[in-house]
């Protein structure tokens, strides 16, 4: 139980890092990708280590993240967007291993 609060922790940072990285590219240049495209592309294996799950794919992190924006984006709370964000994912992370199975994509 005591490693929720450290990947948690791992993930908020990586959606920080990474979301700093997007908006400061979304800034200096054209950039034709949302902000999962772009943080699957540059920090897939920041977010796998995080997340512990080394078999998370490009696919399986957009579809969390941009799920955990579409939340993020309704929600009501004052919660931090990367803490938000990091809860969500901390906490929907095994679902992508269950989605899928048997499912072409």
């Known amino acids: 139980m005591s490693s929720k609060p450290v990947?948690?922790?791992?993930?908020?940072?990586?959606?920080?890092?990474?979301?700093?990285?997007?908006?400061?590219?979304?800034?200096?240049?054209?950039?034709?990708?949302?902000?999962?495209?772009?943080?699957?592309?540059?920090?897939?294996?920041?977010?796998?280590?995080?997340?512990?799950?080394?078999?998370?794919?490009?696919?399986?992190?957009?579809?969390?993240?941009?799920?955990?924006s579409s939340r993020a984006s309704s929600r009501q709370c004052k919660t931090p967007w990367s803490m938000f964000m990091a809860n969500y994912i901390a906490k929907h992370c095994g679902d992508h291993q269950n989605q899928g199975k048997g499912r072409p994509h």
Do not use: W
């Not at 054209?30 to 294996?45: E, K, R, V």
């Open 7 to 68: 990947k948690k922790e791992k993930v908020r940072k990586v959606l920080e890092d990474t979301g700093f990285a997007y908006t400061l590219s979304c800034e200096s240049q054209h950039i034709n990708s949302d902000y999962a495209d772009y943080a699957s592309t540059q920090a897939l294996a920041s977010f796998q280590r995080a997340l512990k799950d080394p078999h998370l794919t490009y696919d399986d992190l957009c579809a969390i993240l941009r799920k955990a």
